[in-house]
């Protein structure tokens, strides 16, 4: 890795001098965690947006239609993990293949790949989320005491 010479901090540049941490560098790397972080609050959202459905059937003693928000919330939080670890894997590729550079040479690159671990994470929580989402409406909620 070679440095340009600077009074506070080292910049990552390639060979011709070129600095490998540009704006879409630093955009795309700032996106990974917050895809992240909103991939698991969406699919954990499904669990409130479930119990409310439960809670306005109990209270009026009749069964009501499944909200498909809770749907969109599932899927939303699988594709927005998933997108997080493609948006790694393309910035690690850009990164190597146009500075000539490991990706973890960088702080976008650090910060990314740090991102995209925590998603692999999370991933599994998400199919749980979503498979939840599809056998919860298949079952239905008790209705209790309607007298």
């Known amino acids: 890795m070679a440095t340009s010479p ?12 070129k600095p490998a941490v540009t704006p879409g560098t630093v955009i795309a ?3 990974v965690p917050l895809m992240t972080a909103g ?8 669990e409130d947006i479930e119990s409310a459905w439960a809670e306005r059937q109990q209270a009026v003693c009749r069964h009501t239609p499944f909200p498909t ?4 919330a599932a899927w939303a939080g699988l594709a927005l993990g998933l997108t997080a670890v493609a948006v790694c894997i393309l910035l690690a590729k850009h990164i190597r293949n146009r500075y000539g550079i490991r990706p973890g ?4 690159g650090v ?12 991933i599994p929580i998400e199919l ?13 909620i ?6």
């Open 6 to 17: 600077s009074s506070d901090t080292t910049v990552a540049t390639t060979t011709a001098g």
């Open 29 to 31: 790397a700032l996106l």
């Open 39 to 46: 991939g698991a609050a969406g699919s954990l959202h499904t």
């Open 69 to 72: 928000t809770e749907y969109v």
């Open 105 to 108: 040479e960088t702080w976008p």
């Open 111 to 122: 910060i990314t790949y740090i991102g995209a671990w925590f998603s692999v994470l999370t």
């Open 128 to 140: 749980i989320q979503l498979y939840a989402a599809y056998s919860v409406a298949a079952s239905g």
């Open 142 to 147: 008790v209705l209790g005491d309607c007298g």
